[in-house]
């Protein structure tokens, strides 16, 4: 059984951080997760970053590609439906003209 590897005080704190930022990151704040995914991209990568590190980044990542994945696909079923689904139309500043002359209000 190999020695268990001893970690730094650096790592200690690298662990900490992407951990809470990834934990900010699950209350509504997903671009959190891309910006700690940015910070310790190469901390990450490195042959010895422990494994909790790269499992944080690893969860990170995807959750911030699930989170922008979401959000344009809503961006492209507002955009697309904004016409058709009643109410919709009263989310948004438009101009009469553009639904049908009728004021929503």
Known sequence: M????R???AWDE???TIRRLFIAGCFFLPFLWGI????FRKKAKRADAPDELKIWYRRGLIGFWVAAAAF?????VFQLAWRTVPGLA????VPAE???GVDPW
């Open 2 to 5: 190999p020695a268990a590897r």
């Open 7 to 9: 970690r730094s005080r």
């Open 14 to 16: 690298d662990i900490k």
């Open 36 to 39: 700690s995914c940015l910070h």
């Open 72 to 76: 344009v696909a809503w961006i492209v």
């Open 90 to 93: 009263s989310l948004l500043v």
């Open 98 to 100: 553009d639904i049908g």
